[in-house]
C-alpha cells in the first residue's frame, strides 16, 4: 500500500495532472519554442540580406556559410534555406553542387513586374472597403513608411511598402491569393532595392520618384476612404507600373554605366543579350 501511494504521490498534483509529463512537455514546448524562433531569425536574417544584396543574385549557399558567415546553427541553417527554396528566394540545382540565391537578370524582372501587376489590378477589384480598420491600418503605415522615405533606407522603404499593400490584400479574405500576394511582394523587394541602388546615382530623379510613391500611397488610401472603385482601378495598376516604367527609364536614357557583380548583378547588366542590344 505504502509503495503505491509513494508512486501515486510522485506522478500526480493536487489536480490530478501528471507531474512529470507536465515536467517533461514543458521542457520540450519550450525547447521546439527555441528551435521555431532560431530557424525564423535565420529565415528573416538571410531574407533581408537576399533582398538587399549583400547575397548576390546567382550566389551558392551552403550550410558551412550559413554557420560560419552568419553563425547559425546546424539545424536553423538547414531548415533556413528549406523555407526560402519554398518562398523561391533561392534555388536547388543539383548538377551545378547546391543551392543558389535566386537570379535576378532580364527574364526574372519580366516575370516579377507582371505579377505585381496582376496582383494589384485584383487588388483594386476585390479589395473591401467595408474593413472598418483598413483606412486607420494604411494611414499608420503610410506614416512609418513616409519616415523611412526621408531616411532613404531602400530596405526599410521595401519592407513597409510590402506591409502596405499586404494590409490591403489581407482584407480581401482569400488566404490562397494572400500567399500569391506575399510571394510577389517578396521577389519585387529585391527589384525596388536594385531601382533604388541605380536611381541613387542621380539624386533628383530619386527624391522626385520617392514623392511621386508617397502621393501616390496617399491617392490609394483617399479612394479606399471615399469608397470609390473607379478611381482605385486606376491608381492601384498605374502604381504597379511604375517598377516597370522606372527600369525601362534607366535603360533607355543610358545614365548607369555596367556596373560590377559586387554592386549589383553582372547578369543582368552585362551577360544578358537583350540587355546588351538595349544599349546598342
Do not use: W
Not at 12 to 35: I, L, Q
Not at 216 to 224: G, S
Request: overall charge positive; some cysteine; proline content about 3%.
Amino acid at each position: 500500500m505504502r509503495s503505491s501511494k509513494t508512486a501515486k504521490s510522485s506522478t500526480r498534483t493536487r489536480g490530478g495532472v501528471a507531474r512529470s509529463p507536465a515536467k517533461g512537455t514543458s521542457r520540450e514546448t519550450a525547447k521546439k519554442h527555441r528551435g521555431t524562433s532560431q530557424t525564423e531569425a535565420a529565415v528573416d536574417l538571410i531574407r533581408m540580406k537576399i533582398i538587399d544584396m549583400s547575397l548576390e543574385p546567382g550566389s551558392k549557399l551552403d550550410e558551412p556559410l550559413l554557420r560560419n558567415h552568419f553563425r547559425l546553427g546546424r539545424t536553423p541553417a538547414r531548415e533556413a534555406i528549406s523555407r526560402l527554396v519554398a518562398e523561391g528566394l533561392v534555388t536547388i540545382f543539383p548538377n551545378r553542387g547546391g543551392m543558389f540565391v535566386r537570379g535576378l537578370d532580364l527574364v526574372e524582372i519580366g516575370e516579377v513586374t507582371m505579377a505585381y501587376q496582376l496582383v494589384e489590378s485584383v487588388l483594386a477589384q476585390l479589395c473591401r472597403f467595408e474593413d472598418q480598420n483598413l483606412v486607420a491600418d494604411l494611414e499608420e503605415i503610410q506614416a512609418r513608411y513616409t519616415r523611412e522615405v526621408r531616411r532613404k533606407s531602400f530596405l526599410g522603404i521595401t519592407s513597409v511598402n510590402e506591409e502596405f499593400h499586404l494590409r490591403m490584400h489581407r482584407s480581401i479574405g482569400n488566404a490562397l491569393f494572400y500567399e500569391f500576394a506575399l510571394s510577389t511582394h517578396r521577389h519585387l523587394r529585391r527589384l525596388l532595392v536594385l531601382i533604388y541602388k541605380m536611381e541613387n546615382t542621380e539624386k533628383n530623379v530619386l527624391e522626385s520618384q520617392m514623392e511621386i510613391n508617397l502621393g501616390e500611397h496617399v491617392a490609394i488610401i483617399d479612394a479606399i476612404r471615399c469608397g470609390d472603385r473607379t478611381r482605385l482601378n486606376q491608381i492601384l495598376p498605374a502604381h504597379a507600373q511604375q517598377a516597370q516604367t522606372r527600369l525601362t527609364r534607366i535603360l533607355s536614357e543610358k545614365r548607369i554605366p555596367p556596373l560590377t557583380v559586387n554592386q549589383l548583378t553582372s547578369d543582368f547588366f552585362g551577360k544578358r543579350p537583350g540587355f546588351q542590344a538595349a544599349q546598342g
